[in-house]
């Protein structure tokens, strides 16, 4: 069992920056691959992206490709989404959730990961 804690989140205006982390606890960080998803008001809860174990590999949606990053610190247990350039269809709560396999191009199924934090409230609004 892994235990996982997002935090990071906040108002910003856009085209602002903000680092959304999750730092995890429990079981090996590093037995899992990570992903990042995201619910906006309304809407049904959707992939952001996704790191492998080592952070060798990721993935990332559309419509974030080229303004988000992930990353993660496997020595401190924490992965990392960088959002840059920030819109206002970006305001959800952004939830990391924890896969015990690699998904790949798959990574954006949900159905994948075992275990998922409370989210974090990210708005972008001027």
């Known amino acids: 069992q892994v235990q996982l804690v997002e935090s990071g989140g906040g108002l910003v205006q856009p085209g602002d920056s903000l680092r959304v982390s999750c730092a995890a606890s429990g079981r090996s960080f590093t037995n899992y691959a990570m992903g990042w998803f995201r619910q906006a008001p309304g809407k049904e809860r959707e992939f952001v992206a996704a790191?492998?174990?080592?952070?060798?590999?990721?993935r990332n949606a559309d419509s974030v490709k080229g303004r988000f990053t992930i990353s993660r610190d496997n020595a401190e247990n924490t992965v990392y989404l960088q959002m840059n350039s920030l819109k206002t269809e970006d305001t959800a709560v952004y939830y990391c959730?924890?896969?015990?396999?690699?998904?790949?191009?798959?990574?954006?199924?949900?159905?994948?990961?075992?275990?998922w934090g409370q989210g974090t409230k990210v708005t972008v609004s001027s």
């Open positions: 959730a924890a896969n015990r396999f690699w998904g790949g191009s798959k990574s954006y199924q949900e159905d994948k990961y075992r275990h």
């Open positions: 790191i492998s174990h080592s952070g060798s590999m990721t």
